[in-house]
């Protein structure tokens, strides 16, 4: 791959009017615009992250995540800019490297739109519900297998391309029109989900195939393979799924503390085993003005953050080649320096002991899987059959935007997910309960 290709202004469903032109504000500034004033970037306030949505005590949402990952994204992508472009100084084409940070922050800002409302375990009981619940009705129905991969391996980065791409009904050609190289450099998993692996994990549909294609195709993306559904990936993925990675363990750890899940000392402990004893001794030194152990917390946390900045972005460039010439495996997270690797290896064990099994982390689960069942249960049956009374009065509340009356199955089940995948927690509990006859308007 090449940066002079993969890095383009070049925008989905509007390539007849593009041009090269300079302005004040690059075209990549205008995606990370065009994201934050989007209805589906808002609805994020309102979606779990990991734990209950803030009752006494604030804890992140998708939203303050987003937003924490599209930052951390930026300093990487402005770090591996500053190196890459004074080593391709003398190239013609080595202005476009000043836009990284731009495109990596627009990308990290887009990288959970697709996802449902109550967190990971809203993408697992939408994939579950067809392969072991209710929707497995469907399989003869639907007949194609690539159709039916898309139910049963439901993922919300796939679920993301779609929302940014996707032309709803209503909306115009290109969906949120964003640049060829933001939209490829949030598909994690580039390929369809009939070549997902073990994991389930896909980056786009089958309805969205030919699309991806035409990106990956346009920005010189080496293919992976002979099946023509797979690439290697976009190397800016790389920098958002190192954002990503940084901000959710990070300020996971941090939730815990504040919702008294991890005591002080062991999240202290956590965040100084990234740093060697000079180190260490420094920011003990500065702990000792800081009384308030919030706040003690909050300056270890950022200390770790730029830490794990500094080693990804230089881990990038030394193995740029590598990432260009599509043979760097695994995340960057899992090659930095031993000492920070080791000690993020530590905090994900922790997590996953301590704060993912926690209780209200699990009653989530059970609450969002059990909403989405019986959502999904309602509108299916409702596209299914739209002539019964009950179906039309359910279709009814749905928004034209989506094509619930789509002339094949796979669309219309398509209209179905992509409404509920759109949900707030909050918005889907509340339809749940008034389906159900458990709550009124007021009279």
């Known amino acids: 791959m090449h940066w002079d290709r993969l890095i383009t202004s070049k925008r989905f469903g509007m390539e007849k009017y593009h041009d090269e032109r300079h302005h004040t504000r690059t075209d990549f500034q205008r995606d990370y615009d065009r994201l934050v004033f989007s209805a589906p970037f808002r609805r994020l306030q309102n979606k779990t992250q990991v734990f209950p949505l803030p009752g006494s005590i604030f804890v992140h949402n998708r939203l303050t995540h987003s937003l924490e990952v599209s930052c951390v994204g930026r300093s990487l992508g402005n770090n591996v800019s500053t190196t890459l472009s004074e080593k391709y100084s003398s190239e013609p084409w080595c202005h476009k490297l000043y836009h990284l940070g731009a495109i990596t922050s627009a990308a990290c800002l887009a990288h959970d739109l697709g996802n449902p409302p109550f967190g990971h375990s809203g993408e697992r009981a939408i994939s579950t519900y067809f392969s072991e619940g209710n929707g497995q009705v ?13 139910f049963t391996h439901f993922e919300g980065n796939a679920n993301a391309f779609r929302l940014l791409t996707h032309q709803f009904h209503g909306r115009r050609p290109g969906g949120f029109a964003l640049t060829y190289s933001t939209l490829a450099s949030i598909v994690k998993y580039p390929y369809s989900s009939i070549q997902s692996t073990k994991r389930g994990k896909s980056g786009f549909f089958t309805s969205e195939k030919k699309d991806f294609l035409r990106i990956a195709d346009d920005l010189g993306m080496l293919p992976e ?5 797979r690439y290697h990936r976009h ?16 300020m996971d ?5 504040k919702l ?9 402990g956590l965040f100084l085993d990234f ?27 950022s200390c770790v953050i730029g830490t794990l900045i500094d080693e990804c972005s230089a881990l990038f460039c030394r193995e740029e080649q590598a990432l260009l010439e599509g043979r760097f495996t695994g995340s960057l997270v899992e090659h930095i320096s031993d000492r920070p690797c080791q000690a993020y290896r530590h905090c994900s064990e922790t997590a996953f002991e301590k704060i993912y099994k926690s ?16 959502l999904l249960d309602k509108f299916l049956d409702a596209v299914r059959f739209p002539d019964k009374a009950y179906s039309r009065l359910l279709l009814n509340k749905v928004p034209e935007q989506y ?5 094949t199955l796979y669309g219309k089940v398509q209209a179905v997910i992509d409404y509920i995948s759109g949900m707030t927690d909050v918005y889907a509990l509340d339809l749940y309960r008034k389906i159900n006859g458990m709550s009124l308007p007021s009279l």
């Open 359 to 374: 209780s209200d982390v699990l009653d989530i689960e059970l609450a969002g899987n059990r909403i989405i069942s019986v």
């Open 138 to 150: 469907l399989k003869k129905e639907l007949r194609n297998e690539h159709h039916w991969q898309d």
């Open 225 to 229: 393979g002979d099946s023509g559904e």
């Open 260 to 268: 008294k899940i991890l005591d002080t000392e062991t999240v202290k």
């Open 275 to 301: 740093f060697d004893a000079k180190r260490q001794q420094h920011i003990l030194d500065v702990l000792k003005v800081v009384t308030d152990l919030n706040e003690q917390i909050v300056y270890l946390r």
């Open 235 to 250: 190397p800016l993925v790389y920098l958002v799924e190192a954002a990503d990675d940084i901000c959710y363990q990070i």
């Open 403 to 407: 094509e619930m009356h789509a002339p």
């Open 253 to 257: 750890i941090e939730d815990a503390h």
